[in-house]
């Protein structure tokens, strides 16, 4: 069973970037390694934002986005990285990261609240 | 791309009642390697991530009670609730997983009639 802890809330200034944390914690070595960010503005729905095979390190983004974030893994600490640059109060939201694979998005962490204001 | 659609938006079922939540996708989510449709059903309560409950469309997630039940193939799939309970008051989303892009519907809000 994986189990995924994110930091804290974060506030950023507009055209600052924002780095997340995804901590993992449990797992095996058959278990999937592809690791998915999800943001959630308030009281809005669910936007994907990229998926990385962790082990791979490679990484795909959705296309609204692209050019702004990336996705990385540090095995040395086992934590996956949400990199999101030039935010802007749009970028306001809760962000989570979670674990896909064959079984869809199956452990999720708790949120990180990322509030961009000038 | 794939554009993900559900319907309604939000509806209000009595207890005990069924509710049935539609989600269409713009392209077919079959993997015809394996023969599954890439497709999973959420549910969110206010304050919490999401919860997996059914995924390749009509499989439920370890712990999820039988009321919950997904079908479906190719770009219709509908996820059922029956005997609805207070605890079951959330908003569902489908999502599907089928290539390198994930995309969720818009969720749809259930309510106590």
């Known amino acids: 069973q994986v189990h995924l802890v994110q930091s804290g809330a974060e506030v950023k200034k507009p055209g600052s970037s924002v780095k997340v944390p995804c901590k993992i914690f449990?797992?095996?070595?058959?278990?999937?390694?592809?690791f998915t960010w999800v943001r959630q503005a308030p009281g809005q729905g669910l936007e994907w934002m990229g998926t990385?095979?962790?082990?791979?390190?490679?990484?795909v983004y959705a296309q609204q986005i692209q050019g702004r974030v990336s996705i990385t893994a540090d095995e040395s600490t086992r934590t996956v990285f949400l990199h999101l640059r030039s935010v802007t109060p749009q970028d306001t939201a809760v962000y989570y990261c979670?674990?896909?694979?064959?079984?869809?998005?199956?452990?999720w962490g708790q949120g990180t609240m990322v509030t961009v204001s000038p | 791309d794939f554009v993900m659609t559900q319907s309604p938006d939000s509806l209000a079922v009595s207890l005990g009642e069924r509710a049935t939540i539609n989600c269409k996708s713009s392209?077919?989510?079959?993997?015809?390697?394996?023969?599954?449709?890439?497709l999973a059903w959420y549910q969110q309560k206010p304050g919490q991530p999401p919860k997996l409950l059914i995924y390749?469309?009509?499989t439920r997630s370890s712990g999820v009670p039988d009321r919950f039940s997904g079908s479906g193939s190719g770009t219709e799939f509908t996820l059922t609730i029956t005997r609805l309970q207070a605890a079951d008051v959330a908003i569902y989303y489908c999502q599907q997983y089928n290539g390198p892009q994930r995309t969720f519907g818009q969720g749809t809000r259930v309510e106590i009639k």
């Open positions: 990385i095979d962790y082990m791979a390190g490679t990484a």
């Open positions: 392209q077919s989510v079959l993997n015809t390697s394996n023969n599954k449709n890439y």
């Open positions: 979670a674990r896909d694979g064959e079984s869809a998005l199956d452990s």
């Open positions: 449990g797992g095996s070595s058959t278990d999937s390694f592809i």
């Open positions: 390749w469309a009509s």
